[in-house]
């Protein structure tokens, strides 16, 4: 009897199966929407139908506090350096140029004393942290949406966001050095240091520093010498 | 003889768009969308394929037995498509009009696993060796199960010509055998008489419903025969890699593909021919209304050439959604089980079938 009642379950089995797939062929004449995780329909949209994301015609929307590319507003920057001195993984490099005097105001009325001569993020390095656009003061650097920014060049993954030509910012140091020479000349005042300012002089040597400071706390490489060494005899 | 017109370029195209289609209904049983970049809804990515296909390097291995490597595909591809000579398409035109046409059908299909066993066993390869020696005892196994079911119908028809048993199943078997007469379920005795009214209730599985059980038998073996999943043992892609074709590339690797589709398509048309009523229409004669006749058409005009094919054609691309759709929803069976389903289950109820299928003639008479 166990022969007839084997035939008897696989055609029920069978007709099962043959049913729930019959059904997704059905259920395939609808494609879900692609909706946002923030969607309250997100869950029951690809209950049934066809689910696919064709990616690059279509993509699901991001949340608004997504963190994905930074970008920064360079006109509203007013090269603090608190971003990349907040960066855990030292993936932004900005070197500033003290102005003169107030070069401008930023969209939220903060003067700007400081020319923006490079403002360099590394997205390869950047760990999506968001800490560098919690520090912004004037909130210039920002995460947008996008996050599909693949390269063929490894050197493309670093965004330049300054806007200053070689020549300006030539022209910019020499003012500076200017301004700093008459203000040495007129030295016999000491009455009137600006030592608010003095120490944020110049901020790129001051980064270089910093990152100058662990390298000689840093005698991990003992072969080197010797390697160079023999390279100089082989020479 | 002619049919070859018309088989070859079907052929061509039927394997493009099922190959299509296949694609879609995988994608649609699995919620994908499949093939959707080459062309409008992706109707060209086969198109697309088949000319990579066609370039690729014609590669034969080095230890491979070169003559037999080389010639396999096509005799592969020549057993299947020798079967669609005997095939009629229309009510005036058929191949090969032999009186033992399913005879001849049946005799050359087999031929196919002669390719396939050259095929394997010249890739001097153990994964297509094995391919090989599976789909010689599974198509050996089924061939029994096959025949017999097949011989149910023509115990039912008592003829072994396709166009004879195509002309019986429709309005027209009067204008093929002058004293033919069909009646509702093949019950003589009930005497209601369907000669005139056609459509649906003269196809085979009507006339005698002792065949429906049969086309299932039939159905199955027809899947083991062309390797179709859930029996595509001899090219288990996960065990395999795949199975007697592995170390074919390019055109030759093509011509075992559209072999294969080949088979797929030869199946189901001795299928519909043998049970579905062939190129007959569907629709009956209801009194006036006279839905057979209208779309069948008289016989030689242009009319009934148009409905024939026609009908022909949708049942037979019916019968290749059904095989790809169990495709699609069934794992592959296990050898033991595959021998198990043929010899226990389905050559024994095959038999069975067959005393009735002849008790059933009896009535109708």
Request: charged residues 30%; negative net charge.
């Given at each position: 009897m166990a022969y007839f009642k084997n035939i008897i379950s696989a055609a029920k089995t069978l007709s099962k199966g043959l049913g729930v797939t019959f059904n997704h062929i059905k259920e395939s004449r609808r494609s879900s929407n692609q909706v946002g995780i923030n969607d309250p329909s997100y869950f029951s949209e690809f209950e049934s139908g066809i689910n696919t994301l064709q990616y690059p015609h279509e993509s699901i929307p991001v949340p608004d506090n997504g963190r994905y590319k930074l970008h920064n507003e360079i006109d509203d920057c007013i090269v603090c350096d608190k971003c990349a001195k907040v960066c855990p993984v030292d993936c932004i490099d900005i070197e500033g140029i003290k102005a003169t005097e107030i070069i401008g105001k930023t969209s939220d009325g903060t003067s700007k004393r400081i020319h923006a001569a490079k403002f360099d993020i590394d997205m390869a390095k950047c760990c999506f942290c968001g800490l560098c656009t919690t520090v912004c003061p004037t909130e210039c650097l920002t995460m947008t949406?996008?996050?599909?920014?693949?390269?063929?060049?490894?050197?493309?993954?670093i965004y330049s966001f300054a806007t200053m030509t070689p020549l300006e910012i030539l022209e910019k140091k020499k003012l500076l050095e200017q301004s700093e020479m008459e203000r040495t000349v007129a030295k016999p005042l000491p009455s009137k240091p600006k030592p608010v300012i003095k120490p944020k002089l110049s901020i790129s040597s001051k980064s270089e520093e910093i990152a100058a400071k662990p390298k000689p706390a840093k005698p991990v490489f003992k072969p080197r010498p010797m390697i160079k060494k023999k390279k100089n005899t082989d020479d | 003889m002619s049919t070859i017109l018309f088989f070859l370029p079907l052929l061509l195209v039927f394997a493009v768009l099922a190959i299509y289609g296949e694609r879609k209904i995988s994608a649609f049983i699995q919620n994908r969308y499949g093939p959707m970049e080459t062309g409008y809804y992706g109707l060209l990515q086969t198109v697309a394929d088949l000319l990579k296909l066609l370039q690729k390097e014609d590669i034969v291995p080095r230890v491979a037995s070169k003559a037999l490597f080389l010639v396999a595909p096509f005799v592969i591809f020549v057993a299947v498509f020798a079967g669609f000579s005997v095939v009629p398409v229309l009510p005036t035109w058929q191949g090969a009009s032999i009186n033992t046409g399913v005879f001849f059908l049946l005799a050359i299909v087999s031929l196919d696993v002669i390719g396939i066993i050259i095929a394997g066993w010249a890739s001097n390869n153990k994964y297509s060796l094995l391919g090989a020696v599976r789909s010689a005892s599974q198509i050996i196994s089924y061939e029994v199960p096959l025949t017999l079911s097949v011989v149910c119908v023509l115990v039912v028809t008592q003829s072994l010509d396709l166009q004879v048993i195509s002309f019986q199943q429709g309005v027209l078997s009067n204008s093929y055998f002058a004293d033919a007469e069909n009646y509702l379920f093949g019950l003589s005795f009930a005497n209601v008489n369907t000669t005139e009214i056609g459509g649906v209730l003269t196809w085979n599985i009507l006339r005698a419903p002792v065949l429906i059980p049969v086309w299932i038998i039939f159905f199955i073996t027809t899947l083991a025969e062309s390797n179709r999943a859930p029996f595509d043992l001899p090219e288990a892609e996960s065990e395999l890699v795949s199975g007697f074709h592995t170390e074919y590339s390019g055109f030759r690797w093509a011509i075992i593909m559209l072999s294969e589709y080949g088979m797929m398509l030869l199946t189901s048309l001795l299928g519909v021919i043998l049970f579905f009523g062939s190129w007959n229409t569907p629709f009956p004669n209801i009194g006036s209304i006279k839905l057979a006749s209208w779309t069948t058409g008289e016989v030689g005009s242009m009319a009934s050439v148009f409905w024939a094919v026609l009908w022909l054609l949708i049942k037979t691309i019916i019968m290749v959604f059904i095989q790809m759709w169990i495709r699609w929803t069934y794992p592959r069976v296990r050898l033991d089980q595959l021998m198990s389903l043929g010899w226990k289950y389905l050559t024994p109820a095959a038999l069975v079938l067959l005393f009735f299928s002849a008790l059933w003639r009896l009535m109708m008479v």
């Open positions: 949406k996008s996050y599909d920014f693949s390269v063929y060049d490894f050197a493309d993954h | -």
